[in-house]
């Protein structure tokens, strides 16, 4: 899989802009096209995109970071679209390549310790225990 790395940087302001690399390092200050101001890096979210495989089939969709909408995209282009075969795209990088095999639950596992890992992230960011 090609395709270029993006992902979302998330400003000072809370704005959200998708960046493919190279990405800005947490602290620059970049031009907030909603508040036509500079702001500060803050973070970076996940950025979800769909796109199908098969040949012929065009659907290529993103998603933000919303994972979740990402994978119903997933589940309806196959309902309409049994045989296609759909790569979801996290970062613009491949994180899993769905089928309709009637089996999808070795995903949805995956899936599952992923969030674990990225909640485990944010409760250690936002929450640290060290120090209080
Ligand atoms: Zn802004
Ligand atoms: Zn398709």
Redesign the pocket.
């Known amino acids: 899989m090609g395709g270029k790395q993006e992902k979302q940087v998330i ?1 000072s ?1 809370t ?1 959200v802009r998708v960046y493919t690399t190279p990405f800005p390092a947490i602290g620059d200050s970049i031009n ?1 096209t ?2 036509r101001a500079e ?1 500060q890096v803050t973070g970076y979210g996940d950025q979800w995109r769909i796109r199908c495989q098969t040949a012929g089939c065009r659907t290529s969709r993103s998603y933000g970071s919303d994972e979740d909408e990402a994978m119903r995209g997933v589940h309806r282009h196959l309902l309409k679209n049994a045989a296609h075969v759909v790569n979801v795209l996290k970062n613009g990088s491949l994180y899993e390549t769905v089928r309709d095999t009637g089996d999808s639950l070795p995903m949805r596992v995956t899936i599952v310790q992923e969030h674990q890992a990225q909640i485990k992230n944010l409760i250690d960011k936002y929450y640290p225990t060290k120090g209080l």
């Open positions: 400003l302001c704005h907030c909603t508040c702001r």
